[in-house]
């Protein structure tokens, strides 16, 4: 059995043996080196020298979002710059950007994380990896990137822009495996339908691995019609590494976190109180051996459940459900949380609207939530009849109703007209007075 195989199967108490030998390690390099954890551990009583298990690790305080742009750009360094290989940066979609500092070390785990989505879709040598998740700054590219040369295979450096050239290589590479949003995927896959291309029968695309950003079931039903693929959800944070921290296996029930590099907790976001596996909360990360950005309990405001149980594929790292939002991107519709993935889904049971879609976030003049969902129809819809557009809007509208408990007023509008992107898409626009 390969090395890889050896670690995704390991029995859970050996995985449970690593967590604990690099947490304590990590508490006490964030210590010592981390003038901002230092002041943090103190101030909440927590002493690093005194972990003895892994529920110890509930005494340390959390670290935020704004903790680590208060200390842009190095103050969260544990090594100094001169280990410091490579710099990231998020994608500053919820604000100022925060930064990752990548050692040769880190970097290798990086590749390896990115690798076993290869490895869940039997990928290797003999694969072409095609990345078009924007390289840069934004970690996607060069995670994936990293993966791909850590897994053997023939790695094309794309990046994301000039769709009609990434339909080509496609096309005429033989690209086995594709790496980019799942947005950009679809805006591939409707580019080279428009271009006279078939995607399911002139692409040779065995799978896809899609992340970044949050898409729905029926999303990805959709992007596996239209490419003929296996579409594998991958997880990933600047804050914690980049895309890797946790990929669905080809069962595709949920994604296999990679637990000898991230001690996963799921936090009530209210109280901060740890729940029990099964209920949905706020994801918090601890990294277990990064060695230039390591992070302590960080809560990635990101929405979603540790599943229980075992999964079928025979790897024993734990699973965490899709990613429901951020809780950044909850709306409260007169007292009701909605995420925009689950209007999506619902959205996504019309054959006669498209994957393009918008949330737009007002208040009325009580101050309440207005939320109005903008979708395409598709080219083939009779848009130029008033009946047939009311009709369908009102249906969409009283499916959502059933569906979410809450009323969204529905907008259809032509073809193309919201703006593609290639990297994450924008689904939620905030009109909201105040709210950025
Ligand atoms: P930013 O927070 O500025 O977008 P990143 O580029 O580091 O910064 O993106 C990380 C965030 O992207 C995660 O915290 C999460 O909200 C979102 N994300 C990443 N992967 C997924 C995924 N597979 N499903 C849903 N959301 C994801
Ligand atoms: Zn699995």
């Known amino acids: 059995m390969g090395k890889m195989q050896e670690i995704l199967h390991a029995p859970h108490e050996q995985i449970e043996e690593i967590q604990l030998e690099g947490i304590k390690k990590t508490v006490i390099a964030c210590y010592e080196n981390v003038p901002f954890y230092k002041k943090s ?18 005494n340390a305080p959390f670290v935020t979002k704004q903790d680590l742009r208060d200390n842009y750009p190095y103050g969260m360094f544990a090594t100094p710059l001169s280990e410091v290989k490579e710099i990231h940066m998020s994608s500053g979609t919820t604000g100022v950007a925060t930064v990752g500092g990548y050692t040769q070390h880190d970097l290798d785990i990086w590749g390896e994380c990115f690798a076993r989505g290869i490895e869940y879709a039997n990928g290797g040598a003999d694969d072409v990896v095609h990345v078009c998740y924007g390289y840069g700054l934004f970690t996607g590219g060069l995670g994936a ?7 053997g295979a023939t790695t094309i450096p794309m990046s994301a822009g000039n769709t009609e050239r990434q339909i080509r290589v496609l096309k005429e590479m033989g690209s086995t495996i594709i790496c980019c949003t799942p947005s950009y995927a679809m805006h591939i896959a409707d580019t080279a339908l428009e ?10 695309l065995r799978a896809g691995i899609h992340g970044a950003e949050p898409f729905s079931d029926n999303f990805r039903r959709d992007l596996e019609r239209k490419l003929n693929y296996h579409v594998l959800d991958v997880y990933g944070l600047t804050e914690t590494m980049g895309p890797g921290v ?6 595709q029930n949920g994604l ?4 000898d590099h991230f001690y996963a907790e799921i936090i009530d976001p209210n109280t901060g109180e740890v729940l029990p596996d099964g209920e949905w909360g706020e994801l918090v990360l601890t990294t277990i051996d990064r060695e230039a950005s390591p992070v302590v309990r960080y809560r990635t405001r990101d929405i979603t459940r540790i599943l229980p149980g075992e999964c079928a594929c025979g790897c024993t790292h734990r699973r965490i459900d899709r990613i429901h939002g951020r809780t950044d991107d909850m709306l409260i519709i007169r007292g009701v949380n909605v995420f925009p993935s689950q209007i999506e889904d619902v ?6 609207v498209s994957s393009w879609y918008q949330i737009e976030v007002d208040t009325d003049h009580r101050s309440l939530d207005m939320v109005t969902l903008k979708a ?15 009709r369908l809007q009102k249906e969409i509208s009283a499916r959502l109703k059933t569906a979410l408990s809450v009323g969204v007023k529905v907008k259809l509008v032509e073809p193309k007209t919201i703006a593609r992107s290639e990297g994450k898409a924008k689904r939620i626009v905030d009109l909201r007075k105040g709210i950025k």
């Open 41 to 58: 551990f103190d101030d909440a009583g927590f002493d690093p020298y005194a972990v003895k298990s892994l529920d110890d690790l509930q």
């Open 145 to 151: 990137h990293y993966g791909g040369l850590y897994s």
């Open 195 to 204: 271009m006279g291309i078939d995607p399911a029968r002139d692409f040779h």
């Open 246 to 251: 946790a990929i669905e296996c080809w069962e």
């Open 256 to 259: 296999h976190l990679a637990e």
């Open 347 to 352: 959205m996504k049971t019309f054959d006669q």
């Open 376 to 390: 395409e129809v598709n080219p083939d819809f009779a848009f130029d009849s008033v009946a047939a557009v009311e």
